[in-house]
């Protein structure tokens, strides 16, 4: 208020571009289900559904890292896929809390468990299905995948049409390493912190899985790092990325799964 009691209106900010996972999304409306109003909606359309976690990712990846992978991966290959019977694929919000009780040491993380996890997995493929042809859950975060696994048995049962796939490469190194460092690298350079970057414990994720379900990921690194982020950098990640979209493209249009319901090549 100002001199009398007259309102003085306050600028408001500018508004971010629309994003998911805190990135600009780079779909068009068509493909953005978030953006698209009810009655341009097809019935019968493909839906893919990010699933990330918000959780540490050392000193220098941001809390986000599972879920703006899963989102960039999930946009790219709805870009990728050819329109369906139901339309182009829609790409849904991401799920941005998943099952990271193992990092609950790290101040910032939010984890809502696995019984929590699974009744919102469930309950997004029961309400998805009264419109959708198609689920496929894009998962991001390793913790997610036992969960996933009975949600989506648990669906198929029902006579739901669902499946998931993992944003994962062979060869990347467990947590918050060169791996994830590259991708984000690649995906928002403004959000890695590439001088706070330091080596964590390089052991096979074999090896220290055992000590990591037991006591979690602080008793095994302090600094939350499970690899050696330091050699990363945005080109690797460009590949890396390029690799998880070619999978996730032809597991999808394969459209076969294990007995777990996760999409396999053909």
Known sequence: MGDGGRFEPVAEPPLRPPAQGDLPTRLPTERDLARTAWPDV???????????????????????????????????????????????????????????????????TISIGHEALLAVLVETVRSLSLWAGRVVFVNGHGGNTRTLAAAVTRMRAEGHDVAWAGCEVPGGDAHAGRTETSVMLHLAPEQVRMDAAVVGDTRPLATVLP?????????????????????????????????????????????????????IDP
């Open 42 to 108: 097809p019935v019968g359309a493909l839906v893919l559904v990010p699933v990330g976690s918000t959780e540490q990712h050392g000193p220098h990846l941001p809390l986000h890292t599972d879920s703006a992978v899963a989102v960039a991966v999930a946009e790219r290959v709805a870009e990728a896929l050819p329109a369906g019977p139901g339309g182009p694929p829609r790409v849904a919000p991401v799920l941005a809390y998943g099952a990271s009780g193992e990092h609950a040491g790290f101040p910032g």
């Open 211 to 263: 000590e990591l379900v037991d006591r979690g990921v602080l008793a095994v690194s302090p600094t939350g790092v499970l690899g050696d982020p330091t050699g990363a950098h945005a080109e690797e990640g460009a590949r890396l990325v390029a690799a998880m979209v070619a999978g996730a493209v032809r597991r999808i249009a394969h459209d076969t799964v294990d007995r777990h319901g996760r999409l």
